[in-house]
């Protein structure tokens, strides 16, 4: 099944993506990106 997930990039989308494709679904994600910065920054060594 063709599965969209809107807000893929939070916390309950990046959780969420993973389990339908390992259950065979074929997943869209959409986001906006509106916490894209935070992620990067806290990647970064300090």
Same mark, same amino acid.
Request: cysteine-free.
């Given at each position: 099944?063709? $599965?969209? =997930?809107?807000?893929?990039?939070?916390?309950?989308?990046?959780?969420? =993506?993973?389990?339908?494709?390992?259950?065979?679904?074929? $997943? $869209?994600?959409?986001?906006?990106?509106?916490?894209?910065?935070?992620?990067?920054?806290?990647?970064?060594? =300090?």
């Amino acid at each position: 099944m063709r $599965v969209l =997930v809107t807000g893929n990039e939070g916390y309950i989308g990046s959780i969420l =993506v993973p389990m339908l494709q390992r259950a065979g679904h074929e $997943v $869209v994600g959409l986001d906006v990106g509106l916490f894209y910065g935070v992620w990067r920054w806290r990647r970064l060594p =300090v």
